[in-house]
């Protein structure tokens, strides 16, 4: 591909891309490209961009860049503490209120309360938000700390034993009060370096030094890791994170305070239904200050929710719109019902997101006409088929 090429695809995905793309200076290389952003706000632009809407493969032939004078300012997050990453700046909800509340209570009590902690749960939830934190605070404190991935573990270990510094390396890692290891889920396969990490594991936990994990799944999980490993890991305290839709809401609500962008449901709505972690929020919040929700591009797509509706008035020979209103003929009211408990069923969405698709106050109208698809099925044969089969046929066509 050249160059042209590539600046035409971007720019099909965002209108405003001509104007940002003339502050960048792009050199090429090998059939790559590379991106040198003026600062900070174009960087995270560009990347955002090839993260969420860009096809996946041109993720491998570009890369980004911040201008050299610009990059001192920005901290890499590997094998340091960033201090953005803050307990003040982390928004609790009911999916990692948990996981907050023992952080926050292992640096009152650093390595006597819960040893190890063990963090767990899908990309984008706030574990490495959790560690960073405990991290900086403890630091600020006077603790020793070190934050690592388990990669970059990996990594500096081989490092250190090719200039036969092995000791050093153990040395480091045994001296601290705080030991963060993120992504553990890298340690599969990585039979020295779970030697080495089980080694200083053992001595920081008999000296009582705080350890903390974070993994992208339970330990049991874990392929590739040493049973006595996985053993230890489960020895504490085991935490999981999620991201529930309550939280995802507060979450949303907030970034969009801190960015200073006017709220309106249709783009908490939109958040709600285009994002799976907060770091998809983030990003396309990011997106959202730089260009205006208006020209965001999956706006046009309707989203499942709405298709669900759709699906439902066209079944039963109604205009969407129908399903809106307050007509309250049997055919009608058969249909919103219908409609609500599929976007329950087959979406899995939150009550409060059905109730705005379908126009209605509050959420109280959607547990009613879910309810009540449910106890007409127990009694009514025909119409049990009947929603079995809509919800078939929605699983397919949505
Ligand atoms: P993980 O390590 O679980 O993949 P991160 O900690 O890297 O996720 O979180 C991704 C992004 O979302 C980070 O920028 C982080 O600051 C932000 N984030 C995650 N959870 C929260 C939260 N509860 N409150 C505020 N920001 C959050
Ligand atoms: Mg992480």
Request: glycine share 6%; aromatic share 10%; with cysteine.
């Given at each position: 591909?050249n160059?042209?090429?590539l600046i035409?695809?971007?720019?099909?995905?965002?209108?405003?891309a001509?104007?940002?793309?003339?502050?960048f200076?792009?050199?090429?290389?090998?059939?790559?490209?590379?991106?040198?952003a003026?600062?900070?706000?174009?960087?995270e632009?560009?990347?955002?961009?090839?993260?969420?809407?860009l096809?996946e493969?041109?993720?491998?032939?570009?890369?980004?860049?911040?201008?050299e004078?610009?990059?001192?300012?920005?901290?890499?997050?590997?094998?340091?503490?960033?201090?953005?990453?803050?307990?003040?700046?982390?928004?609790v909800?009911?999916?990692?209120?948990?996981?907050y509340?023992?952080?926050?209570?292992a640096?009152?009590?650093?390595?006597?309360?819960?040893?190890?902690?063990?963090?767990?749960g899908?990309?984008?939830?706030?574990?490495?938000?959790?560690?960073?934190a405990?991290?900086?605070?403890?630091?600020?404190?006077?603790?020793?700390?070190?934050y690592s991935s388990a990669?970059?573990f990996?990594?500096?270990?081989?490092?250190?034993?090719?200039?036969?510094?092995i000791?050093?390396?153990?040395?480091?890692?045994?001296?601290?009060?705080?030991?963060?290891?993120?992504?553990v889920?890298?340690?599969?396969?990585?039979?020295?370096?779970?030697?080495e990490?089980?080694?200083?594991?053992?001595a920081?936990?008999?000296?009582?030094?705080?350890?903390i994990?974070?993994?992208?799944?339970h330990?049991?999980?874990?392929t590739?890791?040493?049973?006595?490993?996985?053993?230890?890991?489960?020895?504490?305290?085991?935490?999981?994170i999620?991201?529930?839709?309550?939280?995802k809401?507060k979450?949303?609500?907030?970034?969009?305070?801190q960015?200073?962008?006017?709220t309106?449901s249709?783009?908490i709505?939109?958040?709600?239904?285009n994002?799976?972690?907060?770091?998809?929020?983030e990003?396309?919040?990011k997106?959202?200050?730089?260009?205006?929700?208006?020209?965001?591009?999956?706006r046009k797509?309707?989203?499942?929710?709405e298709?669900i509706?759709?699906?439902?008035?066209?079944?039963?020979?109604?205009?969407?719109?129908?399903?809106?209103?307050?007509?309250?003929t049997?055919?009608v009211?058969?249909?919103?019902?219908?409609?609500?408990?599929?976007?329950?069923?087959?979406?899995?969405?939150?009550l409060?997101?059905i109730a705005?698709?379908?126009?209605?106050?509050?959420?109280?109208?959607?547990?009613?006409?879910?309810?009540?698809?449910?106890?007409?099925?127990?009694?009514?044969?025909?119409?049990?088929h009947?929603?079995?089969?809509?919800?078939?046929?929605a699983?397919?066509?949505?």
């Amino acid at each position: 591909m050249n160059l042209q090429a590539l600046i035409k695809k971007i720019e099909s995905v965002d209108s405003y891309a001509g104007e940002f793309l003339k502050k960048f200076e792009i050199k090429t290389k090998d059939g790559k490209f590379l991106f040198i952003a003026p600062n900070s706000d174009y960087r995270e632009w560009l990347e955002t961009l090839l993260e969420g809407f860009l096809e996946e493969d041109l993720r491998n032939i570009i890369e980004i860049r911040e201008k050299e004078d610009n990059e001192e300012k920005r901290i890499e997050i590997h094998g340091f503490l960033n201090p953005r990453y803050t307990f003040d700046n982390f928004i609790v909800g009911e999916g990692n209120r948990f996981a907050y509340e023992i952080v926050r209570e292992a640096l009152e009590n650093l390595g006597y309360l819960y040893n190890p902690i063990f963090i767990y749960g899908s990309v984008g939830t706030g574990k490495t938000h959790l560690l960073q934190a405990i991290g900086n605070e403890a630091k600020r404190r006077g603790y020793r700390v070190i934050y690592s991935s388990a990669n970059d573990f990996a990594e500096e270990m081989v490092e250190y034993l090719k200039h036969g510094k092995i000791n050093e390396f153990r040395n480091k890692y045994k001296s601290v009060d705080l030991l963060l290891l993120d992504d553990v889920q890298f340690l599969s396969g990585k039979e020295r370096t779970q030697i080495e990490f089980f080694n200083i594991f053992n001595a920081l936990y008999l000296l009582e030094k705080q350890i903390i994990l974070a993994s992208d799944r339970h330990p049991q999980k874990l392929t590739d890791v040493s049973d006595r490993l996985v053993s230890r890991f489960e020895g504490g305290i085991l935490v999981e994170i999620e991201l529930d839709t309550n939280t995802k809401l507060k979450i949303i609500r907030e970034k969009l305070k801190q960015y200073n962008i006017k709220t309106s449901s249709e783009l908490i709505n939109f958040l709600l239904q285009n994002t799976k972690n907060v770091r998809e929020i983030e990003g396309k919040i990011k997106l959202i200050k730089l260009r205006g929700f208006e020209k965001l591009p999956e706006r046009k797509e309707k989203n499942k929710l709405e298709k669900i509706l759709e699906f439902v008035a066209n079944y039963y020979a109604l205009k969407p719109e129908e399903l809106l209103s307050d007509k309250r003929t049997r055919r009608v009211n058969e249909a919103k019902q219908i409609g609500m408990y599929l976007c329950r069923k087959v979406c899995s969405a939150s009550l409060i997101e059905i109730a705005r698709v379908f126009r209605k106050k509050d959420h109280t109208t959607v547990i009613h006409a879910i309810r009540k698809v449910e106890e007409r099925k127990k009694k009514d044969r025909k119409f049990r088929h009947l929603v079995g089969f809509l919800e078939k046929q929605a699983v397919e066509k949505i």
